[in-house]
């Protein structure tokens, strides 16, 4: 067991590679076998790493999560700053500005209104949780738009990693909230047609709720919805981190 030990400390991030693929895997697998498609398993990935660095920090007493102990301390690199912004420029290159701008100015207001509403809508929750100070309410805000938003906007202004854990929580209830409802409300807004699902994604956001709401719904109406949420995710990182939170600085000083 010692070998093993001093092995997988010396090749932790390989380790750790291995580790999230097969988190991805199971959760995929819980997403369609156990709650028929109706939580991506994005969420439930999201979920089960939030409960794994909670229980890793809680058995270490350390402030990297499950990275404090050894054998898993590649979650410290791959859970970093520059494989955290490598994801989202990734994602972010797989979207068309020539494609969105066919749904014309009510695709490009959708995004503003979407991230707007979901910010605000997030503030208001923070300022309920108790939260008062411009940090912690635009990093909660930025959360409600996205689970990936929340984080990026928490590490450039410096939000503290209980406040950046509450954004991705939001932004994981937001995820399932919106591919549980999708289905439910789609005849009811007209959400059969690509530039409905560019509009409808633009206003929602979330990437994997968005996705996973549309292929419940009309699965050709996917890559619609997911293009302009992952321009949302884009604009988000963009907005929250600079104008909004100078605005927040302005009215909670």
Not at 173 to 188: E, G, L, Q, S
Not at 243 to 248: D, Q, V
């Amino acid at each position: 067991m010692e070998i093993i030990s001093k092995f997988l400390e010396k090749n932790g991030i390989v380790f750790t590679f291995l580790v999230v693929s097969l988190i991805i895997y199971f959760s995929e697998l819980i997403a369609v076998k156990v709650t028929n498609k109706k939580i991506p398993g994005s969420a439930i990935a999201i979920i089960i790493g939030l409960l794994l660095a909670y229980f890793g920090g809680v058995a270490t007493g350390g402030e990297k999560g499950i990275a404090d102990i050894k054998i898993f301390s590649g979650f410290g690199v791959l859970g970093g700053s520059m494989f955290r912004d490598f994801a989202i420029v990734s994602t972010a290159m797989g979207a068309s500005f020539i494609v969105i701008k066919r749904t014309g100015w009510a695709g490009v207001l959708s995004l503003f209104l979407g991230i707007i509403l979901s910010f605000i809508g997030g503030v208001v929750v923070a300022l309920l949780w108790g939260y008062r100070d411009a940090v912690s309410l635009t990093t909660i805000g930025a959360g409600a738009c996205t689970y990936i938003v929340g984080p990026v906007t928490g590490a450039a202004i410096g939000a503290s990693s209980e406040v950046m854990a509450l954004s991705i929580a939001a932004g994981v209830v937001k995820a399932v909230f919106v591919t549980i409802v999708t289905p439910f409300v789609a005849k009811y807004i007209g959400l059969n047609n690509p530039h409905t699902a560019m509009v409808f994604g633009g206003l929602m956001g979330t990437t994997s709720g968005v996705s996973a709401g549309l292929a419940a719904t009309d699965p050709k109406l996917v890559p619609y919805g997911a293009l302009t949420a992952t321009f949302y995710t884009g604009l988000g990182c963009l907005f929250c981190p600079s104008l909004l939170f100078i605005m927040m600085k302005f009215v909670f000083v």
